[in-house]
């Protein structure tokens, strides 16, 4: 099963700021990657996929780069509505898996 | 327009089997290169795949839970079930059926399970 470590857990910034978060597979998922946000009480949002294709009608203040076991996703600018938990999900082998999720607070 | 929606208990005792229901519309499971899957999130913790069915009845487990889950689809009902026996007080959380394409992923709502005697 593949492994995925966000880190931060936690990252504290201010509107307007830029956020980077990590995700590290602990084996190559070459680009299947996807990244999501989720609100409390909702299910998850796709904002990325195949590490740094945006989804339809994601901002393009969300980006995301990198391939095999290295990964990010940017938020350059946060919106005051960006303030979520963000996970990582990779789709390359069965079990698909996700991380610990990144929580952006203010 | 796509839409899932699951159905089910909210409150289960433990050693019980929960059997869930997504029932969706917009797409059919008989179309070649389609799945409908179950994602689970306790409170306050990640999400986890637990199942997933193709188009031409393909199925996949999570490795740790494959001897409880069962996953089956009727394609003419549009809908998808997913058992899960002796359930436990950690299988707690809230259940998702989705709908992943290549580039986007549909959801249901989710519905919360509980697991107490």
């Known amino acids: 099963e593949v492994v995925l470590t966000q880190s931060p857990a936690t990252l504290s910034l201010s509107p307007g700021e830029r956020a980077t978060l990590s995700c590290r597979a602990s084996q190559t998922v070459s680009d299947y990657l996807v990244w999501y946000q989720q609100k409390p009480g909702q299910a998850p949002r796709l904002l990325i996929y195949?590490?740094?294709n945006r989804a339809t009608g994601i901002p393009v203040r969300f980006s995301g780069s990198g391939s095999g076991t290295d990964f990010t996703l940017t938020i350059s600018g946060l919106d005051p509505e960006d303030f979520a938990v963000y996970y990582c999900q990779q789709r390359f082998n069965w079990p698909f898996t996700f991380g610990g999720g990144t929580k952006v607070e203010i | 327009q796509i839409t899932l929606k699951e159905s089910g208990p909210t409150l289960v005792k433990p050693t019980q089997t929960l059997t869930l229901t997504c029932t969706f519309s917009g797409f059919s499971l008989s179309t070649s290169g389609l799945a409908v899957g179950w994602i689970r999130q306790p409170p306050g913790k990640a999400l986890e795949w637990l199942a997933l069915?193709?188009?031409?009845?393909?199925?996949r487990y999570r490795p740790s839970l494959k001897s409880r889950l069962t996953i089956t689809k009727d394609t003419s009902k549009n809908q998808v079930v997913l058992t899960m026996t002796n359930m436990d007080p950690v299988d707690t959380a809230t259940y998702y059926c989705?709908?992943?394409?290549?580039?986007?992923?549909?959801w249901g709502q989710g519905t919360p399970v509980t697991v107490s005697s």
């Open positions: 069915i193709y188009w031409n009845d393909d199925k």
């Open positions: 195949d590490a740094s």
């Open positions: 989705a709908h992943p394409r290549h580039d986007t992923i549909h």
